[in-house]
């Protein structure tokens, strides 16, 4: 009777751990390992601090439409960063159902991604590790860079809701952490040390020389600057003496603009940018000019400033001297032919920095500032350039390298020796091997 007790004593315990480690197993557990070479599957480090450094929650909205096939990648590669952090989730639209976010956003690349992270969002188009983690980057910095807009002369006002303010734009860069707001240097005297950017975007007026002198002082002191100028609105004399740049005569007719079906002459198209500024170096869509004038450098003055070329037009374009009505010709002799550079960046060594000791200076110059206001931002890729071009000005570019993961010997080379051994084994070997292992079983059962 005892050993009865015992057992059934046994019998129930085991019956009790059996349920508990049944109810164990039916909850979900999820272990993944990577056994890709060179861990393809799986972010790099340098993502992996990235991602370590999320303190709240990231949406990452994919407008992609329903294709299996796009959405099954999109997911695998947003997977590589839920499966590192809880706070990123993802979710899917589908942009033919969703054409305000779609508008409101500038989306507009199937499958293109909107990330967003503590009231700030990034675009990636390009379905990477390395655009991705930028974009993360960029977002999770926090902070925000004051960008100044020069006001008191009939400047585009970055809050205006007129045609030719820049009410539009100014919500985007808010999006990505750069707060407008507009200065009167007669009124404040002197430029904020803690704004990241100077703009000047077209003054209708003359400055005074109080306010040339202190943007003067701005850029000795190796603030940024952002100079919007217009066809016939040259830089006063001791901005262009200081920069050693200046804004040609005329205005830039495009004739490559009839092909997209623009009627209106005085459009400037670029289509190709300069691989070595940094900031078209990825930069690959269309962008419009309204009005546009030739920026120049000048001859005969001697800076410190390195120049590159920002913006420049197609060979079928011009800078018309006459007044753009009626029939309008190049006047070879008298005219300039294109290309034409109608933007500049400035870059030179100035100030104190972390790191060295030293600090980049970054000016941009372009001869238009239509292409950012309201009536023009959704033109081709205004926004994204507009974007860009703020980002690098307010040193908001430090990127990070992500090195690509491909996978050795992917490919089989066999030599004409191998793959007759291959093909001898298959064919032949193997099945007359088979045949005589079945003779021999055969043979034995027969013997019994």
């Known amino acids: 009777m005892r050993g009865q007790r015992i ?12 349920v508990v480690l049944a109810g164990w197993l039916s909850s979900r557990h999820a272990a993944q390992f990577d056994w890709t070479a060179g861990a393809r599957n799986t972010l790099s480090d340098a993502s992996l601090g990235i991602v370590g450094q999320l303190d709240r929650s990231v ?6 439409r329903e294709d299996d096939l796009l959405r099954a990648q999109i997911q695998r590669m947003v997977e590589r960063y839920t499966r590192a952090s809880g706070w990123i989730e993802l979710r899917f639209v589908n942009p033919d159902t969703a054409p305000d976010a779609v508008r409101e956003h500038g989306i507009s690349v199937d499958g293109e991604l909107l990330i967003a992270y503590d009231g700030r969002s990034e675009k990636v188009a390009t379905l990477s590790e390395q655009a991705i983690s930028n974009a993360l980057l960029k977002l999770s910095r926090g902070g925000e860079r004051r960008v100044v807009f020069l006001s008191g002369h009939g400047e585009r006002d970055p809050a205006g809701e007129a045609n030719f303010d820049w009410r539009d734009f100014g919500a985007a860069m808010a999006r990505r952490g750069l707060v407008s707001e507009t200065l009167s240097l007669p009124v404040q005297a002197a430029v904020p040390k803690s704004a990241a950017v100077l703009v000047v975007a077209e003054p209708r007026s003359d400055l005074l020389a109080g306010e040339l002198d202190a943007i003067g002082a701005w850029l000795d002191g190796g603030g940024g600057l952002l100079w919007l100028a ?41 289509a190709e940018y300069d691989a070595g500024n940094p900031v078209t170096r990825d930069f690959k869509t269309l962008t419009l000019y309204p009005k546009a004038a030739p920026v120049d450098r000048i001859e005969g003055v001697d800076t410190d400033w390195q120049v590159r070329p920002l913006l420049t037009t197609l060979p079928r374009s011009w800078a018309e001297t006459g007044p753009l009505k009626d029939t309008i010709a190049f006047d ?22 972390a790191d060295d000791g030293k600090r980049e200076q970054r000016v941009a110059v372009i001869g238009d500032a239509d292409f950012l206001a309201n009536s023009y931002l959704g033109n081709a890729g205004n926004l994204d350039f507009g974007l860009a071009l703020f980002n690098w000005l307010a040193h908001d570019d430090r990127l990070v390298a992500i090195p690509a993961k491909t996978a050795p010997d992917a ?6 020796t191998l793959t007759f051994v291959i093909g001898f084994g298959v064919l032949l070997a193997i099945p007359l091997l088979l045949l005589a292992g079945g003779g021999w079983v055969w043979w034995r059962r027969r013997r019994r």
């Open 230 to 270: 217009e066809p016939g609105r040259p830089l006063p004399e001791a901005i262009a003496a200081k920069l050693g740049v200046q804004i040609g005569p005329g205005t830039v007719v495009d004739a490559n603009t009839s092909a997209l079906g623009i009627r209106d002459p005085s459009f400037a198209l670029v």
């Open 7 to 18: 057992a059934n004593l046994v019998f129930t315990v085991l019956f009790v751990v059996a």
């Open 59 to 64: 949406t990452i909205t994919a407008y992609a």
């Open 411 to 416: 490919g089989l080379e066999m030599t004409p």
């Open 332 to 353: 070879e002799g008298t005219e300039r032919a294109g290309p034409l550079p109608i933007g500049l960046t400035l870059i030179r060594t100035s100030g104190e920095g």
